[in-house]
């Protein structure tokens, strides 16, 4: 059976920093790409950042960069996002996403979801 807990979100003040985490367990990571979507209340999920199978490339959307790092140990199974000078526009609930071999940033595309993270930004 496929799990995958999140942990690491909260409340912080703009320009804090929050480090969000995944454990992955029942696959072998090694296939599959790992990342991180959100999703603000009233808004639709998106996609935040995505590390392929072999950690060779990451992609991040255009609002979180220079700011977000993902990164991930297969032999852990845990996929990380280490998020940067956050601001209240971060405001979200974080799922952790699983997708074999490639990364998407379609929800359709994913094969398997986290239950989420509540991080807050404001003051």
């Known amino acids: 059976q496929v799990q995958l807990e999140e942990s690491g979100g909260g409340l912080v003040q703009p320009g804090e920093s929050l480090r969000l985490s995944c454990v992955v367990s029942?696959?072998?990571?090694?296939?599959?790409?790992l990342g991180w979507f959100r999703q603000a209340p009233g808004k639709e999920r998106e996609a935040v950042s995505c590390?392929?199978?072999?950690?060779?490339?990451?992609y991040y959307l255009d609002s979180v960069k220079g700011r977000f790092t993902i990164s991930r140990d297969n032999t852990k199974g845990t996929v990380t996002l280490q998020m940067n000078s956050l601001k209240p526009e971060d405001t979200a609930v974080y799922y952790c996403?699983?997708?074999?071999?490639?990364?998407?940033?379609?929800?359709?595309?994913?094969?398997?979801w986290g239950k989420g993270t509540l991080v807050t930004v404001s003051s």
């Open positions: 590390i392929t199978p072999k950690a060779d490339t990451t």
């Open positions: 029942g696959l072998s990571l090694e296939w599959y790409a």
């Open positions: 996403a699983v997708n074999y071999f490639y990364c998407s940033h379609y929800v359709a595309d994913i094969n398997y």
